[in-house]
């Protein structure tokens, strides 16, 4: 005969940076069950300083760093420091951006970048492809988001530039291949399929073609009335068949199919 049972359960708060699980077996007459339980990690900030150039392998490991769900990051960053905050890659998206699957060690969803600078003075594309990531804060101190910072971050709602950015250039790439008559995006914050709402950095002076391609929900871009923008860059290319030539043209926000203000 069928019956039920309430089993109650407690658990303190996990004071890990990382997840933690419990498992929890049941057993009856007619055999045993065996109930896997995860709980997330402490989602107080962690911050991790960059004393020096090229020390962040030494300040924490690649796992450690990965775990953090709610991360800040300050110090001054070289490229060998860059190159640890690449998120994850990609396969499909050849025909359809529904086929992609991402693979990802990333647990971060908040991200605060705001006391970070480079000796690059550009971001480099650091967080690309990171499903968690919801939330992040630029650097207020470089002056180049380049192409694919945040390429691919399905998740991300937020993007905050904070008051009086340093930020002169948001990047974008959009190339035409005539052979496989395909248009490529590179974009800085490209397929952020989540973002809404953007409000562009203070004294912007540089906004490239693609730089939010196929952003599909994004719905309101905001210029400050501080912002100096002198160059939007909108790409043309031609396809030459040997017989007639035909122009093709790629707007500043290609694919933002919701963009209304």
């Known amino acids: 005969a069928l019956s039920s049972r309430t089993v109650t359960l407690s658990a303190q708060a996990n004071p890990n940076i990382t997840p933690r699980m419990a498992y929890l077996i049941l057993s009856t007459d007619q055999g045993s069950w065996q109930i896997t339980i995860t709980q997330k990690a402490n ?27 709610n991360l800040k990051i300050t110090g001054e960053l070289n490229e060998d420091d860059l190159e640890l905050l690449k998120g994850g890659s990609y396969t499909g998206g050849r025909y359809s951006m529904e086929d ?68 002169l250039t948001i990047e974008g790439s959009l190339t035409y291949n005539s052979f496989t008559g395909r248009t490529y995006t590179f974009g800085a914050f490209e397929h952020c399929v989540s973002l809404q709402s953007v409000t562009l950095p203070d004294n912007l002076e540089e906004l490239s073609a693609g730089a939010f391609a196929g952003c599909t929900s994004l719905k309101e871009i905001i ?28 707007g500043l926000f290609n694919g933002c199919t919701s963009l209304e203000t």
């Open 223 to 250: 210029f400050p009335e501080t912002c100096n923008v002198r160059k939007l860059s909108p790409v043309a290319y031609r396809y030459n068949n040997g017989i007639s030539t035909t122009w093709f043209y790629q």
């Open 100 to 167: 992609v699957v991402i693979t990802c060690d990333w647990h971060v969803e908040e991200l605060d970048l705001s006391g970070m600078t480079t000796t690059t003075n550009e971001t480099g594309a650091i967080f690309q492809c990171v499903p968690s990531l919801q939330k992040v804060v630029m650097p207020l101190h470089v002056e180049k988001v380049t192409n694919m910072a945040f390429y691919l971050c399905p998740s991300l709602e937020t993007v905050d530039f904070g008051n009086n950015s340093d930020i």
């Open 43 to 69: 989602a107080q900030q962690v911050t991790v300083h960059v004393p020096t150039p090229g020390s962040l392998a030494q300040t924490i490991s690649e796992d450690d760093l990965h775990s953090i769900v």
